[in-house]
């Protein structure tokens, strides 16, 4: 088995990044792979507000110098004044992966009228997939349960690490060479 898989969880809320409320967002990340990957992984987090240029320095980072393969943001998706975690991911991309966007929307709707309100996006910089979720804790797992088939293959088409899921939780599909 190869070195472990480096994800970048993304936490951005002016709220709980000054300590008004907790961060459940960025554990329920954590919580949804601890239980959907069956490959080593290790989880780089971090907490910013909702700052275009702090978002984007911070996801710069994560691909970059911590070398994540996959970002998972939550928060920041609506159409507030304060909610550009989309500009910011838009910013660092150069690839725009709109299907993330469109199938979360899509399957969000069955659970809240409100979820065409999000403009969560996805993208590839380098060897780094970026997926934006919405900021309540309850959407992480729906949006994950919906585009996690499609992660590990992604990563692989980007020459990142193989990931591996318990099928228990979630089943990787990749297309038969
Ligand atoms: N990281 C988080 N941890 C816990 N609860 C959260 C978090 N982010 C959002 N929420 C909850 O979801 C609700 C809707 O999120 P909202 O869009 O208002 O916040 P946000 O834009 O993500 O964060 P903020 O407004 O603090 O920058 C919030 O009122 C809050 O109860
Ligand atoms: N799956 C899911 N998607 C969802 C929601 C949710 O509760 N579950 N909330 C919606 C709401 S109320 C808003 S305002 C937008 C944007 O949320 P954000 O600004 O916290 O990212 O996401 C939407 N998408």
Redo the contacts with the bound molecule.
């Keep these: 088995m190869g070195e472990a898989a480096r994800i970048g969880i993304v936490t951005v809320s002016d709220r709980a990044s000054a300590g008004v409320y907790a961060d459940e967002g960025g554990p329920a990340i954590r919580d949804y792979f601890a239980r959907a990957l069956a490959s080593p992984w290790q989880a780089v987090a971090r907490l910013v507000p909702d700052d275009r240029r702090l978002i984007a320095e911070t996801l710069v980072d994560l691909a970059e110098r911590e070398g994540c393969c996959l970002i998972v943001t939550t ?6 004044p304060r ?1 550009v ?1 989309p500009e910011a991911t838009e910013d660092v991309i150069a690839k725009p992966m709109p299907g993330f966007g469109e199938l ?1 929307r899509q ?2 709707l069955a ?2 009228p ?2 065409i ?2 403009r ?1 996006t996805a993208g590839i910089r380098g060897r780094t997939l970026i997926v934006n979720l ?3 804790p ?2 992480i797992a ?2 994950l349960d919906a585009v996690m088939p499609a992660i590990p293959y992604c990563i692989d088409l980007i020459e990142g690490p193989y990931l591996e899921t318990d099928p228990a939780v979630v089943t990787a599909f990749r297309p038969k060479k």
């Design positions: 928060g920041g998706t609506g159409p507030a909610d975690t979360m399957v969000s659970k809240v409100t979820a309100l999000s969560q919405p900021g309540r309850r959407a729906e949006c």
